[in-house]
């Protein structure tokens, strides 16, 4: 543990904030609720770091034991500002750079740590000075998946030009988003040209004359594990089970699957859906429900069906996520570019990497370094974009 300088609170006095280095397998009761509530006060929300979900990560996708839960306390039992795992990284790219990063797994699919909003400058200026402490920590604090000049973005921004240095985006990527006042049918009416809707409407014709077709969604209480077993069925079945990238090719993630579901679901975060033909799905989707946003996780569907759009189909019915009060927007967590969903959802979420410089003089060094041969690089790339929406090529 580590405690840093005092700073003032709101009501005059002061308090030492704590960094400490937590193991996610051992928290005390204590701890536990901390993460738990800072979940609810986070100026931006990410399930992907709520315990409920990340803890599970750290436990079954992190084998060789390389992340570091941070958690920063004001004092010793005050209330946790902010959580984020980090990891020391020997290569950055192709460069052999050690550096201080975000730490992720392929289906960790939003970087942000989870901060107390109004407390997001300070969140990174502690971090960014235990990292400058930390004897393991050189060069930079990379941080993958911000979202562009949300809260976090703009504090890191802040507080690295208050150090003396820069927050570079290295890297930025857009994707589908889910975010209007309009009606699931207007919304529909007007993402989808006329043509394909009368297309989709025969598709749900012809698939309705192949049997009793139905849409079920997950309800509070309802024994969730039936709902678990047939997706990592459904998802295994097609191209992903085939290349060994399903959830259920691998032991540890279908057992991080399993926890992670059931994790949402005891939350109260869980919205999982399926388009059912006699009772059997042909399509299914989890969707991670954190006020005031949503992250669509994971899709699965029939490949024997694909002539009647079960996908697609689900999505139409998946709209009726802009009818709830709660829930603003809802990020597709897709590839840029996704064929489906981007036909689907008409708005974008930026999100971008971020390197901040550590403040040691061969830190900043290297960060200059480094950072002129990506500008280098780009020139001699002649790349057309701006270099904010390139991707670094080291």
């Given at each position: 543990?580590?405690?840093?300088?005092?700073?003032?609170?709101?009501?005059?006095?002061?308090?030492?904030?704590?960094?400490?280095?937590?193991?996610?397998?051992?928290?005390?009761?204590?701890?536990?609720?901390?993460?738990?509530?800072?979940?609810?006060?986070?100026?931006?929300?990410?399930?992907?770091?709520?315990?409920?979900?990340?803890?599970?990560?750290?436990?079954?996708?992190?084998?060789?034991?390389?992340?570091?839960?941070?958690?920063?306390?004001?004092?010793?039992?005050?209330?946790?500002?902010?959580?984020?795992?980090?990891?020391?990284?020997?290569?950055?790219?192709?460069?052999?750079?050690?550096?201080?990063?975000?730490?992720?797994?392929?289906?960790?699919?939003?970087?942000?740590?989870?901060?107390?909003?109004?407390?997001?400058?300070?969140?990174?200026?502690?971090?960014?000075?235990?990292?400058?402490?930390?004897?393991?920590?050189?060069?930079?604090?990379?941080?993958?998946?911000?979202?562009?000049?949300?809260?976090?973005?703009?504090?890191?921004?802040?507080?690295?030009?208050?150090?003396?240095?820069?927050?570079?985006?290295?890297?930025?990527?857009?994707r589908a988003l889910l975010e209007s006042p309009l009606s699931p049918d207007d919304y529909w009416d007007g993402a989808v040209r006329a043509k394909k809707r009368k297309e989709l409407r025969r598709q749900a014709n012809r698939l309705a004359e192949q049997g009793a077709v139905g849409?079920?969604?997950?309800?509070?209480?309802?024994?969730?594990?039936?709902?678990?077993?047939?997706?990592?069925?459904?998802?295994?079945?097609?191209?992903?089970?085939?290349?060994?990238?399903?959830?259920?090719?691998?032991?540890?993630?279908?057992?991080?699957?399993?926890?992670?579901?059931?994790?949402?679901?005891?939350?109260?975060?869980?919205?999982?859906?399926?388009?059912?033909?006699?009772?059997?799905?042909?399509?299914?989707?989890?969707?991670?429900?954190?006020?005031?946003?949503?992250?669509?996780?994971?899709?699965?569907?029939?490949?024997?069906?694909?002539?009647?759009?079960?996908?697609?189909?689900?999505?139409?019915?998946?709209?009726?996520?802009?009818?709830?009060?709660?829930?603003?927007?809802?990020?597709?967590?897709?590839?840029?570019?996704?064929?489906?969903?981007?036909?689907?959802?008409?708005?974008?979420?930026?999100?971008?990497?971020?390197?901040?410089?550590?403040?040691?003089?061969?830190?900043?060094?290297?960060?200059?370094?480094?950072?002129?041969?990506?500008?280098?690089?780009?020139?001699?790339?002649?790349?057309?974009?701006?270099?904010?929406?390139?991707?670094?090529?080291?």
């Amino acid at each position: 543990m580590t405690v840093h300088p005092a700073f003032p609170t709101s009501a005059g006095e002061v308090s030492p904030l704590t960094v400490r280095i937590v193991d996610p397998l051992a928290l005390s009761p204590d701890l536990a609720a901390a993460w738990d509530r800072l979940a609810g006060e986070a100026s931006e929300p990410n399930p992907f770091a709520e315990r409920w979900c990340l803890q599970s990560a750290l436990h079954l996708l992190d084998p060789e034991r390389r992340a570091r839960l941070v958690m920063v306390r004001d004092g010793s039992d005050g209330p946790v500002i902010g959580v984020m795992p980090v990891a020391s990284a020997r290569h950055y790219g192709r460069l052999p750079l050690r550096h201080v990063t975000g730490w992720a797994h392929p289906n960790h699919f939003h970087g942000a740590p989870l901060v107390r909003a109004g407390f997001e400058s300070l969140f990174w200026s502690i971090l960014l000075g235990w990292c400058d402490a930390a004897p393991w920590a050189h060069t930079l604090l990379h941080v993958p998946r911000l979202t562009e000049n949300g809260p976090l973005h703009r504090a890191l921004v802040d507080v690295a030009r208050v150090r003396g240095g820069e927050a570079n985006v290295v890297h930025r990527e857009e994707r589908a988003l889910l975010e209007s006042p309009l009606s699931p049918d207007d919304y529909w009416d007007g993402a989808v040209r006329a043509k394909k809707r009368k297309e989709l409407r025969r598709q749900a014709n012809r698939l309705a004359e192949q049997g009793a077709v139905g849409f079920r969604r997950w309800q509070a209480g309802e024994e969730i594990d039936p709902w678990i077993d047939a997706f990592l069925t459904l998802e295994a079945r097609g191209w992903k089970g085939r290349a060994g990238s399903a959830l259920a090719s691998h032991g540890e993630t279908e057992a991080w699957f399993r926890a992670v579901l059931t994790g949402a679901a005891n939350a109260g975060k869980l919205d999982m859906r399926a388009l059912d033909l006699d009772g059997r799905p042909l399509a299914m989707l989890v969707n991670f429900l954190c006020p005031p946003g949503g992250f669509s996780f994971k899709t699965a569907f029939d490949e024997h069906y694909a002539r009647f759009s079960p996908g697609v189909l689900l999505q139409q019915a998946n709209l009726d996520l802009l009818d709830d009060p709660k829930v603003a927007w809802v990020d597709s967590c897709a590839a840029p570019g996704h064929p489906m969903i981007d036909s689907v959802w008409r708005e974008r979420r930026a999100l971008v990497w971020v390197n901040a410089p550590l403040s040691a003089p061969a830190d900043r060094l290297r960060f200059a370094m480094l950072d002129k041969a990506e500008r280098l690089w780009r020139r001699w790339k002649g790349a057309a974009a701006p270099a904010n929406e390139v991707e670094s090529p080291l």
